[in-house]
């Protein structure tokens, strides 16, 4: 583990932060003659470093949550795996809020003029903001995240920009679950989590978060972010070949903690089965291993990104299964190694990832297979797996493969997203831009 930063560092890498160079024209990597930024323009608000930049500064105050530190570097991707590293990171998913906001500068249809814009960015790190209610001094208060960012947007800093739409055309990144920050407000404020969600203040504003409710217009899940950011369209194709060629020995396999729970639940039938499975002979499926079971126990794989995935390397399918909240990362290391998925809940991706993730597509790139089928029918993992065919294995691996840039975020002054290639960030900014327009379309024809 790299060692924290001193925090003079943290200081100093706050004000490199505070100063971004502006995204120039010439280092863009959009020539001018093929840009057309009709309806994409975006306008960044601009905020008082409280509301970002100085939130890292108290990166390791908080005697509850981790000391996040070591994930700030390089723009929240994090230090690299190692020394000659140019695309493995030892990122932080929670560090979405920085990666968002370096990759928006460089945005090619930024734009400085409040009437030309389609869209306002907040670079607000808000998920980073609400520690200080989930852990630290301010956890008797946590119904008033958001009101002193709310008081500045609508009515300090040039309040013609908010009171144009009333926020129906601002967004922003929380990188956190969206269930962390919706205490109704009537609430004991000791019970977990902010209310920064809830507060009528924000409603129209769309919140792009790591995990969102299936119900409020305004939320939509981005894909945590991996370790593996390319800067270049080269690396990304000779990484693909990689998995490409990669044998795969393994039928199944797992990643995730080692606890096994005394009530039944899908975890603790995976655990089971597959501890069942290394007894059992793999002779005849073409596999050397029926199942793995990479134990991430205690956070050891969070930012060692090769714990798991030379193993995903050689598996063909990695199952994905609910923990304490439905979504997981591993989700998105396993495409960026081509294990198919395997999901066993509808909120773990389908209800989430509908901009990234054709909703019609998942039945061509992943398998689904219903928790309760596992934990109370007796249906096994594994005879649902053995009876897919070896030839419609491989083209689910080859969509699991088209869909890998799709959940990349490419390293920031790359040149990997020539239009074609979309990364993550390019889709999402793509998905708030429709939505921000049609609900002006609506909130116009009220
Ligand atoms: C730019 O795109 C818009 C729609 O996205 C289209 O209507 C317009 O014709 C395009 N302009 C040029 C010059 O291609
Ligand atoms: C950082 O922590 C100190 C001490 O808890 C607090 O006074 C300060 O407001 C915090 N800064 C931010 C930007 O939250
Ligand atoms: C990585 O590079 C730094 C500075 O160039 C050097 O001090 C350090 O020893 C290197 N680490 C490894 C593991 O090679
Ligand atoms: C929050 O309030 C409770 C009682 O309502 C009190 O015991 C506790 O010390 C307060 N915590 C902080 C951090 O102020
Ligand atoms: C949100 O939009 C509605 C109209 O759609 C408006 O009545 C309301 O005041 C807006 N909320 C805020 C906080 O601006
Ligand atoms: C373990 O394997 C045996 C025989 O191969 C089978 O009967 C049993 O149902 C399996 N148990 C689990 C949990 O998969």
Redesign the pocket.
């Given at each position: 583990m790299p060692p924290p930063l001193p925090t003079t560092a943290i200081l100093l890498l706050a004000a490199v932060l505070l100063h971004f160079p502006p995204p120039s024209t010439a280092t863009n990597q959009y020539s001018n003659a093929d840009k057309n930024c009709t309806n994409k323009w975006i306008f960044i608000r601009q905020l008082p470093p409280r509301f970002n930049t100085d939130l890292l500064s108290n990166c390791s105050v908080y005697p509850l949550f981790d000391d996040f530190c070591p994930y700030v570097p390089n723009h929240g991707l994090g230090y690299k795996t190692h020394n000659k590293s140019q695309s493995w990171f030892r990122t932080d998913p929670f560090m979405l809020e920085l990666i968002f906001h370096r990759r928006m500068l460089e945005y090619s249809c930024l734009t400085t003029t409040p009437n030309q814009a389609n869209a306002f960015y907040v670079p607000y790190y808000g998920g980073m903001d609400s520690i200080k209610y989930l852990y630290g001094p301010e956890v008797n208060n946590s119904f008033q995240h958001g009101k002193d960012l709310y008081n500045y947007l609508s009515q300090k800093n040039s309040p013609a920009i908010w009171n144009k739409n009333?926020?129906?055309d601002h967004f922003m990144v929380l990188s956190r679950s969206a269930w962390d920050l919706n205490q109704p407000l009537g609430n004991d404020p000791l019970l977990f989590g902010t209310s920064f969600l809830e507060l009528?203040?924000f409603?129209?504003v769309t919140a792009l978060t790591l995990e969102a409710r299936a119900y409020p217009w305004q939320e939509r899940a981005l894909p945590y972010p991996t370790s593996f950011h390319p800067p270049s369209l080269s690396f990304l194709k000779s990484w693909i070949n990689r998995v490409k060629k990669s044998k795969r020995s393994t039928l199944m396999l797992f990643a995730g903690g080692g606890r096994i729970s005394a009530n039944p639940n899908i975890r603790k039938s995976i655990r089971l089965e597959c501890e069942n499975a290394t007894q059992m002979s793999a002779d005849g499926t073409g596999y050397s291993n029926l199942c793995e079971f990479v134990d991430c126990s205690n956070g050891v794989c969070e930012h060692d990104p090769l714990k798991f995935t030379k193993p995903m390397l050689q598996a063909t399918f990695c199952l994905q299964p609910p923990g304490d909240t439905p979504t997981r990362r591993s989700t998105f290391d396993s495409i960026i190694a081509g294990c198919i998925p395997v999901f066993f809940d509808e909120l773990t991706a389908k209800k989430q990832y509908g901009w990234h993730f054709p909703v019609d597509q998942y039945h061509k790139f992943t398998v689904f297979i219903q928790k309760e089928e596992v934990v109370f029918k007796g249906i096994k993992i594994l005879d649902v797996l053995k009876s897919i065919p070896g030839n419609e294995i491989r083209r689910m691996r080859e969509r699991v493969i088209q869909m890998m840039p799709r959940v990349i975020y490419r390293r920031h002054g790359s040149s990997l997203g020539l239009k074609e290639l979309k990364d993550a960030f390019d889709i999402a900014v793509e998905g708030t831009l429709k939505r921000i327009k049609s609900r002006l379309k609506e909130?116009a024809a009220?």
């Open positions: 009333l926020g129906h009528p203040e409603y129209n909130v009220q």
